[in-house]
């Protein structure tokens, strides 16, 4: 697969965070949501590079940014069109996101460490990746922003692929203080598909929804409210696009 950013397909057993929901205790206080809000000069210099050519190239325009919450752990959950996603969901929320990305791409120590440092990690494709489910729960927890794209990997239509079953897990085991956020991604398969070596000047729409809470469902309802909201989402970018 040549996918920039994916989701481990299902996510293996991993023992409960003693901070999760599964060990609370019924009088423990409340836990506050933590925030990271570090910015590597990486991580600003390379949002500010891609909200510019965003915008120049791609004329981006995101709507709903306010739906992103301004503290705490946030799960963002987005179709994949392209390898333009992440840096187009990325480029206008003021909060720094973590990314999963393939683990080839670490193969190579420069580019691996500037992947590294604009805050991502690897997971390894086609497989329980037990480290990157790990991290992924690690992070959310800790008060990241992480950004997931649950189909597993670009689509080769532009229309939305089926869900995989680990994005469920994954909000289950990172408890109830992670915020669930869909987001949509339009024209990005256009600007670059699968088997285009570069990309083309075409307009991008992103739209982002309301924060969910999900941790109290079953792995399987998750999804499918996930899979509903995105969808949602998606078909709203699509009427628009006709306007």
């Known amino acids: 697969m040549n996918d920039s950013t994916t989701a481990p397909a299902a996510a293996p057993d991993v023992p409960p965070n003693p901070n999760g929901a599964a060990t609370a205790g019924k009088d423990a206080p409340p836990a506050k949501p933590l925030t990271f809000a570090r910015k590597t000069w990486v991580y600003s210099l390379g949002q500010s590079l891609c909200r510019l050519f965003g915008v120049i190239l791609f004329d981006l325009r995101a709507s709903g940014i306010e739906n992103v919450p301004k503290e705490g752990g946030v799960l963002i959950v987005a179709n994949h069109q392209s390898f333009l996603d992440p840096a187009m969901l990325g480029a206008k929320v003021k909060r720094p996101m973590s990314f999963l990305a393939k683990s080839e791409l670490f193969t190579n ?3 691996g460490g500037m992947i ?6 690897p997971v390894r494709q086609g497989e329980g990746d037990v480290g990157a489910v790990r991290e992924t729960i690690k992070r959310l927890q800790e008060g990241h ?10 689509c080769e239509d532009g ?6 079953t680990g994005v469920g897990l994954i909000v289950r085991r990172a408890g109830p203080t992670v ?3 869909p987001a949509a991604v339009e024209g990005a398969f256009k600007a670059w598909p699968r088997g285009q070596r570069f990309p083309r000047c075409s307009k991008v729409r992103i739209k982002y929804g309301k924060p969910m809470d999900l941790c109290h469902l079953k792995a399987a309802e998750i999804r499918g409210v996930i899979d509903t909201e995105i969808r949602k989402l998606f078909a ?5 696009w006709k306007k």
């Open 145 to 154: 922003i992480l950004v997931m794209f649950p189909e597993g990997g670009r």
């Open 159 to 164: 229309e939305i692929a089926p869900l995989q």
């Open 116 to 121: 590294r440092a604009v805050n991502a990690f």
């Open 236 to 240: 709203e970018l699509r009427q628009d």
């Open 179 to 181: 915020k669930v956020v």
């Open 109 to 111: 120590k420069i580019f």
